[in-house]
């Protein structure tokens, strides 16, 4: 029972119905407000901007736009200029000052189908390197663009000739500790985790995990390639320790099954990066945290060094909603503070305690 009152405690702090179905929701870095980006009910694509103040979102405003908005961030961005970065339904990617928003301050046609993720990174004073933006997409390519470049990605990762295209549903950056390093990691529809090496331009390691890959994200982006992790259709996600890459076997991992249903998101706490949270199709989030090994490598009988793989447990679980959460975002600025939308048009502002005790 002691322990149990250590227990972190997710605790649903406002909640906002929604008259369209949200797809994204981001925290405005260093500010308590947060934006919620989707698709009314017309077709069009919506930006909210809601501000947190007490115990209620008041929304401060709300931007239309021709094309259903599926994903942004901020991740590519100075923090004085704070744009946002949107992948949309028509494979466009946009940027847009949210101060000015009615034209984008960067667009490109992107890709030939819907943008399904995206991610930024040497912006926010995170990670080295010069501003990027990766998007992944239903045309089964995964691009990096420099948004002081224009109209061509810097790289383009599609399939081989002779491979089938596969849906890419996720994409992340990582290794992003020096102005040279970092890699992007995709996952797709049919189980593949590609891992891509941005210096050396190459296909680093692959993998595959049998189920549709919904999320993958690194447990920091501006340090030395950690741990990864990678969630499924199916209810399973897999912690990657990406310290030790063996020459055959890859990166060890562990896998843990959640739930029944899918597991849409994975996020990990900004302040600490061994606990994160996932969360469900069954309107559930389960927060997690990994625990290391005595060691973290060992030598195989040829003498070449593979990961060891750790352990997870499980903190709390919370179920929200009758519907799949979809999105969900921790706070970079105050610790235990969550963002979540769920396709039963809602936005939930919720409140972890306790994660200064873990």
């Known amino acids: 029972a002691a322990a149990g009152a250590e ?44 501000e947190l103040r007490g115990a209620r979102l008041e929304l401060l405003r709300e931007i239309e736009k021709p094309k259903p908005i599926k994903c942004g961030t901020f991740g590519a961005t100075s923090l004085q200029q704070r744009y946002l970065a949107t992948g949309d339904f028509d494979g466009n990617l946009n940027i847009w000052n949210l101060e000015a928003p009615e034209i984008p301050v960067y667009s490109v046609k992107g890709h030939k189908e819907i943008i399904n993720s995206i991610d930024g990174v040497g912006g926010l004073g995170i990670g080295e390197g010069a501003p990027e933006i ?26 081989v000739q002779g491979e089938s295209k596969r849906d890419c549903w996720t994409v992340a950056f990582g290794n992003a500790y020096n102005q ?100 469900g199709g069954s309107g559930s989030l389960h927060l997690w945290k990994y625990e290391y090994p005595a060691q973290r490598s060992k030598k195989d009988s040829e003498g070449s060094e593979m990961g060891v793989a750790g352990s997870v447990s499980l903190l709390q679980n919370v179920t929200l909603s009758t519907q799949p ?21 809602t936005v939930r502002v919720l409140i972890v305690t306790k994660l200064n005790k873990i």
């Open 7 to 50: 227990r972190p405690q997710v605790v649903s702090h406002v909640q906002q119905a929604l008259s369209y179905t949200v797809f994204d929701c981001k925290w405005v870095p260093r500010s308590a407000r947060l934006l919620c980006l989707g698709s009314a009910a017309r077709g069009t694509g919506l930006v909210q901007l809601y």
């Open 134 to 159: 990766v998007t992944g997409s239903r045309d089964g390519t995964v691009k990096v663009w420099d948004p002081r470049q224009n109209d061509t990605p810097v790289a383009n990762m599609e399939p």
């Open 180 to 279: 040279e390093e970092r890699v992007v990691c995709a996952g797709y529809d049919n189980g593949d985790i590609k891992l891509f090496d941005l210096k050396t331009m190459s296909l680093r390691w692959e993998t595959n995990i049998k189920n549709g890959v919904c999320s993958v994200e690194f447990d920091r982006k501006d340090i030395n390639m950690n741990k990864l992790v990678a969630t499924s259709l199916e209810g399973k996600f897999h912690v990657f320790d990406m310290r030790t890459q063996h020459p055959t076997k890859g990166f060890a991992s562990v896998s843990e099954k959640a739930q029944k249903s899918t597991i849409w998101q994975v996020r990990h706490l900004p302040q600490n990066r061994d606990i994160f949270m996932t969360s």
């Open 325 to 345: 959460i979809s999105s969900l975002d921790w706070s970079p600025d105050k610790k235990g503070l969550c963002v979540c939308g769920a396709f039963d048009q």
